[in-house]
């Protein structure tokens, strides 16, 4: 037992007890980060809608070849945003959401993070080459808890509850097809209809008990799998994973999966691909930052690795578009990964 956990958060108390100590699950990693969920879930140290907002607006002042716009608003009037690095239309362009489920928020801040890289020297020149939009936090109001439903059974403790359906109850990523939502119809309609994007990777977070050859995985990934997707759109999918793949897997804290994932077209990674022709891969990180089912939420020690998973992600993608060694990917490793297995639970 980690005694200094107790000394986190008093309020914190409760959600202390609602993820279970596992030791096991700290040696299955073995070379990677402490898994373990015996922490306290305090949603204060996340990023609020108010924050990205305003950060999202410095970095526009700042950043010379960044353009912020907002392409929509929720259900409860927030302002949606994409930041835009648009250099030449010629370019390949890469599209990254994240958040269109409330509760999934690291993808979020490892999405600001790489927004901050863009505009230093680390990532000098990459954007001559690639045309990149970031769509964070689609899923505003229910990032927030901002909803018109109950969250008493939520786990997470601090000022605010992460819902994974947004204000009026709908989960967004089943809403691809009819884009009825206000969150949905606004990235369709000032995103997806209105850029030449070739790419798309949409990133979520996962239950926390996901194991691929007996350890743990830091995340899992997916190409779409319907059957309606066009030849060429899913290999270039595949070259995007592959990519991902060695990035994060290679690291020696990253340990990914497969994704288990079906073939509706309402859910992002199947729709889009087959809508607008864009090469898409789904990311599910490992964890949720809030949710009623108490597995499914991961204890804030991995918070570190898992943003650096979620820039590894973004950084590796843009750089291997933009020096075009994504055309040459190979993409047979698909065929030997395993599906990731959920490990039982005491
Ligand atoms: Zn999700």
Do not use: C
């Not at 804030?300 to 590894?312: A, D, F, H």
């Amino acid at each position: 037992m980690k005694k200094g956990a107790l000394t986190l958060s008093l309020a914190g108390a409760l959600a202390l007890s609602a993820v279970p100590l596992n030791s096991s699950v700290v040696e299955a990693v073995g070379n990677g980060p402490g898994y373990g969920g015996n922490e306290t879930i305090n949603t204060s140290i996340l990023t609020t809608y108010s924050e990205m907002a305003d950060f999202l607006k410095k970095q526009d002042a700042k950043q010379e070849n960044m353009e912020l716009e907002v392409i929509g608003q929720s259900v409860k009037g927030r302002d949606l945003y994409v930041a835009k690095y648009m250099s030449n239309p010629e370019n390949p362009t890469i599209l990254f959401l994240t958040q269109q489920h409330g509760n999934e928020q690291l993808t979020t801040e490892g999405a600001l993070e790489f927004i901050k890289h863009l505009g230093t020297g680390k990532m000098k020149g990459v954007t001559d080459n690639v045309n990149i939009l970031v769509v964070p936090m689609l899923n505003a109001d229910g990032a927030m808890g901002d909803v018109d439903f109950s969250l008493e059974d939520y786990v997470a403790s601090g000022d605010r509850n992460l819902t994974r359906y947004n204000a009026l109850g709908v989960d967004l990523n089943r809403d691809h097809v009819t884009k009825i939502q206000p969150e949905t119809k606004a990235l369709h309609t000032n995103v997806m209809s209105k850029y030449d994007i070739d790419y798309m990777i949409d990133l979520h977070h996962q239950g926390a008990n996901s194991e691929r050859d007996g350890e743990l995985v830091s995340g899992s990934i997916l190409y779409p799998t319907t059957p309606n997707v066009d030849p060429e759109v899913l290999e270039g999918s595949k070259k995007l994973g592959a990519v991902v793949f060695n990035a994060v897997d290679s690291t020696g804290w990253g340990h990914l999966g497969k994704y288990r994932g079906g073939d509706a077209e309402t859910i992002s990674r199947n729709g889009i691909a087959v809508e607008y022709g864009i090469s898409t891969l789904l990311f599910e990180m490992r964890g949720m930052s809030d949710h009623e089912y108490e597995p499914y939420v991961l204890g804030q020690k991995s918070n570190g690795y898992l943003i650096k998973q979620t820039v590894t992600t973004l950084e590796s993608t843009v750089r291997a578009i933009a020096d075009g060694s994504i055309d040459t990917q190979d993409t047979s490793f698909w065929d030997t990964l395993a599906f990731q297995q959920t490990r039982e639970t005491e």
